[in-house]
């Protein structure tokens, strides 16, 4: 037996389980300390009332023998991707098709498990500072060698500059907006530059949107279909997980277009394929919640804690710049991305954050060599936590 060499071509340990060792071993000598952790974008609030009856009503339903029910349909049921057409596409003037829709564990597990329908030697264009996974499931794949990065700078406002004619194709580009880490957004006109580079070099782009519900200005888009031509170049991924606080339930949704069609073949047929073999769905309970939060009642109560989670980034970003730090962010995204003062790498400015005011951030370098000089906060703990955080840091580092 072999083991697949391409796992050692990864860091030793992905970056917040590294973040979260390190935290542990700092309570662990330091019992006494008073920890903060604005780090991993974990969700604090409790899920909404909608869903929680939605699934109070679920389990109810899967102990009685006339209601009970087994596997669910591969793609999920149809009550809840009608409810995600009608709501996230259809009421937003987007035409897609209920059979585009895959319902799954969460945007973590597509963005990692799509890679499976495509060649390995695609070239593939992945942001750096990025979400490290869609790094390391390709190095995971085999396609190591062959990673464009797109270093991303605060002068260009963090959108990677779109390939010159002269550079090698992208086969396969990651975008993420909002964007994790830096808490970018890109403009209509933006992303309409990628859907056309990618249409003319018959490419495909995995557009993440995990964080599309922290968009309130009208122009920034919330679904790469909102820009025309997306349809033939495009697979969204979607995440209940910051949305409506699924991080511990699991379950998202990824569209693949039956436009999308490569080597005479369509992407969707792919990923059916791909998802009927190796994932048996959602669990009909969470399935019951995710439904739930498509009314008016659920959209009321799932923007009360999105506001709320704003609101933080909002005063951390604030709160950072009132004590003399340069921030990213914090604004149609719940994280700040922090420049860190000059003298200190990502990695040694965590340290001294957690020495200093016990607040446990995220090292910029941990999403990239373009990372370094930066740290991220989150705005996904409570208030009192997230304005006691501000004071110490502001109290330490304030200029
Ligand atoms: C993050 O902190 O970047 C996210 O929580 C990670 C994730 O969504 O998997």
């Keep these: 037996m072999k083991i697949n060499k391409n796992f050692l071509d990864l860091e030793a340990s992905y970056l917040f389980s590294t973040v979260n060792k390190k935290t542990r071993e700092f309570i662990a000598s330091h019992p006494s300390a008073d920890v903060i952790k604005l780090s991993i974008g974990d969700v604090t609030k409790p899920i909404c009332p909608v869903v929680i009856d939605a699934m109070h009503k679920a389990v109810d339903e899967m102990a009685d023998a006339k209601t ?159 820009i025309e031509g997306a349809k033939t170049c495009a697979i969204e991924l979607r995440s209940f997980s910051k949305t409506a606080g699924f991080t511990g339930l699991r379950c998202g949704y990824t569209v693949v277009p039956h436009e999308l069609v490569f080597d005479g073949t369509e992407l969707n047929a792919l990923w059916m394929r791909r998802q009927s073999t190796k994932f048996n769905g959602v669990s009909y309970i969470t399935q019951c919640g995710a439904a739930a939060i498509y009314s008016e009642e659920g959209q009321k109560q799932i923007q009360e804690n999105l506001s709320f989670y704003r609101e933080n980034a909002r005063l951390i970003f604030e709160g950072v710049t009132a004590a003399g730090f340069k921030a990213f962010g914090g604004k149609n995204s719940p994280y700040v991305w922090l420049q860190i003062p000059e003298g200190y790498t990502s990695w040694s400015f965590f340290d001294e954050l957690l020495e200093k005011c016990q607040v446990v951030g995220t090292p910029g370098s941990g999403f990239g060599q373009k990372g370094e000089g930066y740290l991220r906060l989150t705005g996904f703990g409570s208030r009192e936590r997230t304005i006691e955080a501000i004071e110490r840091i502001k109290a330490s580092f304030g200029r």
């Design 68 to 226: 009970f029910r087994g596997y669910p349909p591969e793609q999920g049921y149809d009550f809840v991707r009608e409810k995600i057409l009608e709501w996230d596409y259809t009421k937003r003037g987007i035409d897609m098709k209920l059979d585009e829709i895959f319902l799954s564990d969460g945007a973590k597990s597509d963005c990692g498990n799509i890679g499976d329908i495509f060649a390995t030697d695609n070239t593939v264009a992945i942001c750096d500072p990025v979400y490290p996974v869609y790094i390391d499931t390709n190095i995971m794949n085999g396609r190591k060698n062959n990673i464009i990065i797109m270093p991303c700078s605060a002068e260009t406002g963090f959108l990677p500059e779109i390939p010159s004619d002269d550079a090698p194709v992208a086969d396969i580009i990651y975008l993420c907006f909002p964007n994790n880490p830096t808490g970018a957004v890109a403009p209509k006109s933006y992303l309409k530059k990628w859907v056309d580079y990618a249409n003319a070099h018959h490419s495909v782009i995995l557009f993440d949107s995990a964080y599309e519900a922290f968009v309130t200005e009208p122009d920034v888009p919330k679904s790469i279909y909102e």
